[in-house]
Every structure is written in C-alpha cells, then in structure tokens.
C-alpha cells in the first residue's frame, strides 16, 4: 500500500519534502510577501518555513492529505519569529517612497494598489490590528483557508478564529478608512498620488467586509 504524503513526511522522505515545497512555497512566498512587504524577507520566510517543516516532520499527525494548515501554521510561527527581517521591512517601507516603485506582487490584494502611498497606507492600517487578528485575517483572507482549516494551523479552537476574524475585519474598515481620508488630505500637498490611485487602494474595502 502506497504511503500518504503525510504519512512519507514522517518517515523523512526528502521526496516528499520537495513535493511539498513544489505545492506550497509560491503561496507561501504571497504570505510572507504581503505581512512584510519585502521581496528578500518573503523569499527567506519561505526558506525558514521549509526547513522547520521537515524539523518538525516528527510531529506532523495524521489527517487528510491537506498539508496547507500544518504548512501555514510553520510560517505562521516563522513570522512572528523574524523580528530581525521585520526591522530591514520597517527600513525598507521608510525608502519605499524614495524609491518610486512598488514591486508587482501579483496576487489579488496587493496588486489592485498600484500607488506607493496607497501601499504605505494599507500596511499601515493592518498593523493597526493585534497580531492574532493579522493572522486570522491573513490566513482567511490571503491565503483563503475556511474556519476550521486557519483553527488547525493557529492550534485554536473555530469560535476563536470566528471571533478574531470578525473584529479584525471591523477594525480594519475603520483603519483603512482613516488611512485613505489621511491620505486624500495630503494627497493636493505631496503631489505624488497617480490617476485612480485611490480607487484602487478602496478595493481593500471589499476584502474587509
């Protein structure tokens, strides 16, 4: 009988270790990219995530073949974790406007705001949330995992994930739109802000609610 990913994970199959990434380390890229919006940092999270998987490979239990909580809860804990790459994010976020670009981060949130001070300002709003409604709201939202699923990966029970998805949505609203009115009234002084910049940056609303 043909053992399961899991199940050969366990064994310290590297085979099944390379699957794993194959299947998972693009997304996991996305996660990380948009907590720390820096392209290095994301790539190294997702170097950190892989390596603690197959450490932690002992203590993967049994379950169906959907690896995406296990694997999100890894990077979930690498993030928190990586207080070294959030200082070089905090650097990095403080030159953004300097450089004027915003890197193409090609998934469904982040790449709808194509404006520098648009990005500043979503970022800015998210860190307005206490870390465990970021990371609710990231693995619901971002990443697309149902209640149950973002509960494996967290080790918390559904209510709580329910519950801290909720208010995380609610502050949000509230900070973004404070983050965007605080941005159209400086927006006639900096004279940076491109043609349907704000547009863009409002599509976030729809994620929130």
Known sequence: ?????????????????????????????????????????????????????????????????DLRPWVFGVATNVLRNTTRTARRHRAAMSR?????????????????IDDDAQLAAVRRALSGLRRSEREVFRLCVWVGLDYALAAEALGVPVGTVRSRLSRARARLRTLTERELTRGRELAPIVGQVRDGGFEAARSLQGEVR
Do not use: C, I, N
């Open 1 to 65: 009988m043909e053992l399961s990913q899991r199940a050969r994970l366990r064994a310290g199959d590297q085979g099944a270790l390379g699957q794993l990434f194959d299947a998972h380390a693009q997304a996991v890229h996305g996660y990380a990219l948009r907590a720390l919006g820096d392209w290095a940092a994301a790539e190294d999270v997702v170097s950190l995530t892989f390596l603690e998987a197959w450490r932690l490979r002992g203590k993967l239990h049994e379950g169906d073949e």
């Open 96 to 112: 953004l406007a300097e450089r004027g670009s915003v890197p193409d981060f090609a998934d469904e949130l982040v790449s709808r």
